[in-house]
C-alpha cells in the first residue's frame, strides 16, 4: 500500500524566503510527527498532532516555525525568513493510535532536502 | 539522495559475517526501544524493538539485547548482506511522553562487503 510521502523533496531557498514542507501520512494513520535531521546526526522531535490537534510543539526551534494539520490528514511545515542553519531534512511520520504493545512503529516518509543559500 | 551519516562511525563487515551495533542510551526512565534502518535518500525504516522489561529480543536475522543497568543496546545482525548497509539508529521512548515521541541516538553507518 501506499506509505507515508512528502513534497517537495527537494528545495533550495535563498535565506529570509519563506518555504512550506508537505506531508502526506498513511490513510487513517491518527499521529503524525516532524522530525529535523541535520547532517550525520539522527533525526530530532519537533512536533506532534493526534488528528489535528497539535499536542506538543515543544521541538519547534523558533517561532519561525510552524505546522499544521488542519482536518486530521495531511501536514504542513512552514518555515519563515529562512536561515542557514535551517538546512536539513525534514522527516515526517504517521502511526495508528497510540498501541501499547509498538508504540515505537512510526512510518517515515524520504524527506524534503531543504538547502538554505 | 542526499547522503546520510557522512561523519558518522563506520563498522565494515564482510558477507556473511554476523554484525553487532552498539548504542548508549541516556534516559534511564526510557520505557521502550526501537533500532531504525536509514538508507541514503529514504527515510528511517523501523528493525524491531523491544520493552524495558525484556533483555533479548530475536527477529528474522536480527536480535536486539537490552543492558539496563550500564544503559546500553546493541543489534545484531546475523549473516550480514549487501542490503544491509545503511545507517542505523537506536531510538528511545521517555516513560513521560504520553505518546510515542522518538529520542534518536548518534547511528552508525554500516558496510558490507562482497
Known amino acids: 500500500g501506499a506509505g507515508v510521502s512528502q513534497s517537495p523533496r527537494y528545495k533550495v531557498a535563498k535565506r529570509g524566503q519563506d518555504v512550506a514542507l508537505r506531508c502526506d501520512p498513511i490513510?487513517?494513520?491518527?499521529?503524525l510527527f516532524w522530525y529535523q535531521q541535520a547532517l550525520g546526526q539522527g533525526p530530532e522531535f519537533l512536533t506532534y498532532?493526534?488528528?489535528?490537534?497539535?499536542?506538543?510543539k515543544s521541538g519547534l526551534p523558533s517561532d519561525r516555525f510552524f505546522a499544521e494539520r488542519p482536518e486530521g490528514s495531511v501536514s504542513t511545515l512552514k518555515i519563515q525568513r529562512t536561515q542557514q542553519e535551517d538546512s536539513a531534512v525534514y522527516l515526517c511520520?504517521?502511526?495508528?493510535?497510540?498501541?501499547?504493545?509498538?508504540?515505537?512503529?512510526?512510518?517515515f516518509g524520504p524527506g524534503t532536502r531543504l538547502t538554505v543559500t | 539522495g542526499e547522503s546520510v551519516g557522512l561523519h558518522l562511525p563506520t563498522l565494515s563487515v564482510q558477507e556473511g559475517d554476523n554484525s553487532i551495533i552498539n548504542c548508549a542510551y541516556s534516559?534511564?526512565?526510557?520505557?521502550?526501544f526501537i533500532w531504525y534502518k536509514q538508507e541514503s535518500g529514504k527515510g528511517p525504516q523501523f528493525i524491531i524493538d523491544?520493552?524495558?522489561?525484556?533483555d533479548k529480543r530475536q527477529g528474522q536475522r536480527v536480535t536486539v539485547l537490552l543492558n539496563k543497568t550500564v544503559k546500553h543496546l546493541s543489534l545484531q545482525i546475523a549473516a550480514t548482506q549487501p542490503g544491509d548497509s545503511a545507517v542505523y539508529f537506536c531510538?528511545?521512548?521517555?516513560?513521560?511522553?504520553?505518546?510515542?515521541?522518538?529520542?534518536f541516538g548518534a547511528g552508525t553507518r554500516l558496510a558490507v562487503h562482497p
Open positions: 511520520a504517521s502511526s495508528r493510535v497510540r498501541d501499547p504493545h509498538r508504540p515505537g512503529e512510526q512510518y
Open positions: 490513510s487513517g494513520h491518527v499521529s
Open positions: 498532532f493526534q488528528n489535528e490537534a497539535q499536542l506538543d
Open positions: 534516559n534511564s526512565a526510557s520505557d521502550y
Open positions: 523491544i520493552r524495558s522489561n525484556m
Open positions: 531510538a528511545e521512548i521517555p516513560l513521560s511522553g504520553g505518546y510515542n515521541k522518538l529520542i
